[in-house]
């Protein structure tokens, strides 16, 4: 009889074989055992079996199948440690289907079989994401639901549930596996409107994924890619013999599962009924512009009332600590643009939709900075002339909403602290020409209007962008000023040098120096400038609406001329180099004349970025002249300017000097005057 230790020899033999891949010695050592291929090896209970499933070796696993005797055939149920049946680990791979075909052959139970999680086999190839292996156990269980009325309590849409509510189409979007959940929810329709364990249905699920639909993301050279590629396999472009492009695939992937995504939220929209039930979008509440007196009884009741309405069932609020938003709140938060689109193209009048906290989709969408989505409500006249007058259950209208702004909010691009100030600041004015003129001083229940929540939220930025200003123009200073320092000194060390008896330079009558005269001049005079101008915003009181034009321009004013000395310096080099070469000078002085371009070309590349965000500063500078002569452009100026000089003034022509008489229809002068022109 086989002591302790042999039998734990032999585990080990065939535990490192079973790693190794080693399938004849697995089962010649199977053999040793009295339970065969169902011999537990692990300390998790797992038998030879399981591990020979668990790591995927097929063949090996029909093998070991063929060697289990009728005697033990009742053993093929023994579950692991975690309760997980050999059936359990084959629904992790569709490279396991015809192991757990033949699996099925032999022990029928195991398609009924849960683990400790409350999962069967076909849940879990729900779980995995395994198409194939999933349609083969669903027809499994189909097949068996019609010929066998004691199916899990006589019920077989337990298979596809857990006790905890979660099915397997919730659980096919949390993994991203999109194709599947397709198929899932159009054969099982009712699963669509099934709520998981927080109370959310498959279509709030898929809102919540906002990478499942991120086609626009990444840099510019991904985005091409990501236009040319084909979601169908391609096998002439992905893969050429053992040559595979990796960039190339993964796009395509990424593709894929956008495209699939799209379409399965396409499905889940038409069949979800959650824009029926919404509160009223005309409000009860009066404007108020002041902090005095007491809230009317009427306007308490009517609170009350409604977060009385609100609050969910007894036995939910044990359960849900947070009410799950409809899905079209959940795409504005998430910034999910194509589900948002489509959820109004099928239901436009969903947009009028209010929340438990009674906002409007515009509130979220200011809240969490979503503009796209903002952009496209904005666009939608007729609502809209209803949903700016909305203010929320804590009196807040949709200009609180920009002060509002989510703690864990991180812009899609990294700005710095004061850009992201200008940004929210030109939100600020943008949102106020929107919303009506009565409520623009409207104070909510903190006691705040719009303006000073949105000064004391902003509080902590505006130090931030303090800093980073002071710094920046600091840091900018100093390179402008050792720019200027390097063409003063270039000016008096004239390349060739001077003539020792009259100090006229050697070189001056060559093209090229006139060219070097030049351009250290301007590099010295932009250099000098941009000090000016970065020292005056090291100056400035920043004061917060100073953030929103002043400070950035001149900002941008500042880093152009610093651009432009720079630029100016590189073809003064330039044209030193060229001189040398003429004057045969050593090459030794012209390879380090040459270098200097490197560290110059480098510093103008990183300032790039900041000055393509800070060039956007001209826009609205450009706005408001267009909107103050939105009327002129072009010749019309100078027909502007004339046909005002004649209804200015009149000219009289007389034996008299000419004397222009101020027009008092025009621009009414305060007292008469006359003015003669000599």
């Known amino acids: 009889m086989a002591s302790m230790a042999d039998y734990a020899e032999d585990s080990r033999e065939i535990y490192i074989a079973l790693m190794r891949e080693e399938e004849n010695k697995v089962l010649q050592l199977c053999e040793k055992f009295q339970d065969g291929p169902l011999h537990v090896i692990t300390i998790h209970s797992d038998t030879v079996l399981h591990m020979a499933t668990y790591s995927k070796q097929t063949n090996l696993v029909l093998n070991l199948l063929t060697r289990v005797s009728s005697d033990h055939i009742h053993k093929m149920a023994h579950q692991n440690g975690v309760g997980n049946t050999i059936l359990h680990e084959a629904a992790t791979s569709d490279k396991l289907l015809p192991a757990a075909i033949e699996m099925l052959r032999i022990a029928p139970q195991l398609l009924n079989i849960c683990n400790k999680f409350d999962e069967t086999a076909l849940y879990r190839a729900a779980r995995f994401g395994k198409l194939d292996m999933f349609k083969f156990l669903d027809d499994e269980v189909n097949r068996i639901c019609r010929t066998v009325r004691d199916v899990r309590g006589g019920d077989c849409k337990a298979f596809y549930q857990k006790k905890n509510n979660d099915t397997v189409l919730h659980t096919s979007i949390v993994v991203e596996e999109f194709a599947l959940a397709l198929f899932i929810a159009t054969k099982y329709e009712y699963l669509v409107g099934k709520r998981d364990r927080d109370g959310m249905t498959a279509l709030q699920l898929l809102v919540c994924n906002r990478s499942a639909f991120k086609s626009k993301g990444g840099r510019y050279f991904k985005r091409l890619i990501y236009s040319c590629v084909s979601i169908e396999e391609d096998t002439n472009i992905s893969t050429k013999g053992n040559w595979e492009v990796p960039l190339w695939e993964a796009i395509r992937k990424e593709k894929e599962k956008n495209v699939m995504a799209l379409r399965l939220a396409k499905f889940l929209i038409t069949k979800d009924t959650s824009w029926r039930t919404t509160k009223r979008v005309e409000d009860q509440y009066e404007p108020k512009t002041h902090e005095y007196g007491e809230e009317t009884s009427s306007l308490r009741e009517e609170i009350e009332k ?80 209803r949903l700016v007058r909305k203010i929320d259950h804590n009196h807040n209208t949709i200009l609180h909403m920009v002060g509002k702004k989510r703690k ?20 600020f004015e943008h949102v106020k020409k929107i919303c009506p003129s009565h409520l623009t001083k409207h104070i909510n229940s903190d006691g705040h209007t719009a303006e000073e929540l949105f000064a004391r939220k902003n509080k902590k930025l505006c130090h931030e962008a303090k800093e980073w200003l002071k710094r920046t123009a600091e840091h900018c200073s100093l390179v402008a000023v050792l720019i200027a320092t390097v063409a003063f000194a270039a000016a008096y060390t004239i390349p060739g040098g001077p003539n020792q008896k009259t100090g006229i330079p050697l070189l001056l009558n060559q093209p090229f120096f006139a060219v070097f005269t030049m351009t250290d001049v301007l590099s010295l005079t932009f250099a000098l400038t941009s000090v000016i101008i970065f020292l005056s915003i090291l100056t400035s009181p920043f004061r917060l609406k100073d953030f929103k034009q002043s400070l950035p321009q001149n900002l941008m004013l500042g880093i152009t001329f610093l651009i432009f000395s720079v630029s100016m310096m590189m073809l003064a080099f330039a044209a030193t180099v060229i001189l040398m070469i003429h004057n045969r000078e050593q090459w030794t002085k012209i390879a380090l004349y040459t270098a200097a371009f490197l560290p110059v070309t480098i510093f103008a590349l990183s300032y790039l970025p900041l000055y393509i965000s800070l060039m956007k500063t001209l826009n609205y500078s450009i706005k408001k002249i267009t909107m103050i002569f939105p009327q002129f452009t072009g010749d019309s100026v100078v027909s502007w300017a004339a046909n005002s000089f004649s209804h200015k003034f009149k000219i009289t022509n007389s034996s008299k000097p000419t004397q222009i008489e101020t027009s008092s229809s025009t621009c009414p002068p305060k007292s008469k005057a006359s003015h003669t022109l000599v």
């Open 408 to 427: 864990d909010h991180m812009p899609q691009e990294m700005q710095s602290a004061a850009l992201q100030l200008r940004k929210d600041m030109l939100l």
């Open 306 to 385: 409604e977060n009385e309405e609100q609050k969910p069932p007894r036995s939910m609020e044990t359960t849900n600590k947070r009410i799950a938003e409809t899905p079209l709140f959940l795409a504005t938060k998430s910034g999910c643009v194509e589900i948002f689109k489509e959820i109004i193209q099928l239901y436009p009048w969903a947009v009028e939709h209010i929340d438990h906290k009674g906002r409007t989709v515009l509130h979220v969408a200011i809240k969490y900075r979503q503009i796209e989505i903002f952009k496209i409500v904005e666009k939608m006249e007729v609502p809209m002339r």
